[in-house]
């Protein structure tokens, strides 16, 4: 059963991961080789886990409300199983109306703020579903700052040069348009388009995604930031197997 999708309320802050359905084949792929397809979606699954665990974590410790932002729409069966308990759920497949410099990926990053705030929070983050490992308080810290009075965003960049997190209190388009997505200047880009509109952007500290061999081995290592459970279980699992995690 999909979660309940509640009225949020006026002084919260939604956080929603940018969920995909974990299929072999579709999931983490860039990890292929070192992993298989079906190793792969395991760990996709391991990274929904630990990341709407680790929202809800976060809202132990400020008026934070947890999403998954979902496509592609109907994968809500193969969505929800992989979620924390708790976790609301709100469509980001990108079939809605935008500017035309808002393509792709940012469609989808947009629809899922405007999903979040038009549930009635003050304030909406879109998160990636490569950071399992995510200290609790960048997410704390997103939401404490983004409640305060005044329009602002709030960006955590990544070391690849995207990011893991963008936090708005409006649904401001243009900070999706014209961005080469999936490239080392997507933060660049993202900072540029809020000088161009004028708004005030706070930075979070960096941290790393999961995205390829060598981000994977780096997470096989690091044992710092949050716990990530099932992920590490996954982990200890594939280290068994022939195919081990690369160190």
């Keep these: 059963m999909a979660p309940r999708s509640t009225p949020g309320s006026s002084d919260t802050c939604a956080i929603g991961v940018m969920a995909k359905a974990p299929r072999s084949g579709r999931s983490k792929t860039r990890l292929c080789p070192p992993l298989s397809h079906d190793q792969a979606a395991l760990l996709s699954a391991a990274f929904l886990r630990d990341t709407t665990a680790n929202i809800l974590e976060a809202a132990r410790a400020a008026p934070i409300a947890a999403y998954a932002a979902y496509a592609p729409r109907g994968a809500e069966p193969l969505v929800v199983p992989h979620l924390a308990c708790g976790t609301q759920l709100v469509p980001a497949d990108g079939d809605i109306p935008a500017p035309a410099a808002v393509e792709g990926f940012g469609r989808c990053l947009l629809q899922a703020v405007g999903g979040m705030l038009g549930r009635g929070h003050a304030a909406a983050c879109v998160l990636s579903a490569d950071i399992p490992t995510l200290p609790t308080r960048r997410l704390v810290q997103a939401a404490r700052i983004l409640l305060a009075p005044g329009d602002r965003a709030v960006l955590g960049a990544c070391d690849d040069g995207g990011y893991y997190i963008l936090g708005l209190k409006r649904a401001h ?14 933060a660049a880009a993202t900072r540029a388009r809020a000088r161009e509109i004028g708004l005030d952007l706070v930075a979070l500290e960096p941290w790393y995604d999961v995205d390829d061999a060598a981000s994977l081995a780096r997470l096989s290592a690091d044992g710092t930031g949050y716990a990530a459970p099932a992920t590490r279980a996954v982990l200890a699992r594939l280290a068994e197997t022939s195919e081990a995690v690369p160190a």
């Excluded at 388009?173 to 999936?182: E, G, K, P, T, Y």
């Design 173 to 186: 388009a243009r900070l999706f348009a014209d961005i080469a997505w999936s490239t080392d200047t997507v």
